[in-house]
Every structure is written in C-alpha cells, then in structure tokens.
C-alpha cells in the first residue's frame, strides 16, 4: 500500500469534488445502514494530509444515531457511468465525528459553502442540522478505465 505522501499526484482528487457520498454505518443492534449525503472535502490537500469529508444530517436520523453509539463508518464516492468500463470511484473506511461550534466548525462551513453556495439561503435549515466531519483511515481508488480490476490504496495513522 501506498503511503499519501509516495504519490504526488493523488488520481482520486477530482472524486472529492463529486457531490454525494454514500455512508454506511452500523447501529447498535449491529444492523447496517446506508445514506446518500451531499459532502465536501477539505479545500487544500498538502501531500500527506487526510482529506476530511464534511456533511450536514439531521441528529435523529439513522445514521447520526448510529454515529453516537459507534464512531466507525465506510463511505463510497462514484460518478453514474453505464459500461464496466468506466467505473470509478472511492472506498473508504474512517471516523465520523460531530463538530461543535468553533474555528473548526467555520472551517468546515466555509468548506461546504464553497462547494454548495445555495446553503447560504438555507440557514434555517443548517441550524436543524448537524455538521460532521468523517476522516478516512483507509482509501481504495477503484478505477476500470486503467485496467479492469485496478485499486490503488492509502492507509492513514
């Protein structure tokens, strides 16, 4: 596996600037559970740093439920294609946490608000929700375009 910094150019870049994640967690009866939501990815990416993957969802929802009881979650990033051939996209195995206000929650505001401006007209709505952040451990870039099969992966401390 690769170490983040052994690769200047890291091929999964232009999928953290996809719109949706999938996130799957696990509630406490041991029940799997999957949800799309919209995230971003931190604004710059120094060779080495963890790209950090922030989302907004509703505290009572399933998977914020889940969170509270087990921090662990896996996470999916991939464009719609229709041929084999073109399936990409990002595994990932993390944290997720809450954030609570604070510099880290403006970072991470100013992240989202970069990526989704129409949320600035939502602030009603983002002041019902929690922001999140999830921190991958573990990568897997699934790309067929350069071979079928082809994974490249990182690991984080």
């Not at 809450?98 to 009603?124: I, R």
Request: aromatic share 14%; glycine share 6%.
């Amino acid at each position: 596996m690769a170490s983040p910094a052994a690769t200047e150019a890291r091929p999964f870049e232009d999928l953290l600037a996809l719109s949706t994640l999938t996130l799957a967690t696990c509630g406490p009866d041991g029940e799997p559970h999957a949800a799309a939501v919209y995230f971003a990815a931190s604004l710059s990416l120094a060779p080495g740093e963890l790209p950090q993957l922030y989302f907004f969802s509703h505290p009572d929802s399933q998977h914020s439920r889940d969170i509270l009881a087990n921090p662990r979650a896996a996470a999916a990033c991939y464009p719609e294609c229709y041929d084999w051939e073109d399936i990409r996209g990002l595994q990932m195995r993390g944290h997720v946490r809450q954030l609570a206000p604070g510099p880290e929650w403006e970072t991470a505001w100013a992240c989202y608000l970069a990526k989704f401006p129409f949320v600035s007209g939502l602030k009603d709505v983002v002041a019902q929700n929690a922001l999140y952040v999830f921190t991958p451990q573990w990568l897997r870039l699934v790309d067929n375009r350069r071979g079928f099969g082809f994974k490249q992966e990182w690991t984080f401390p």
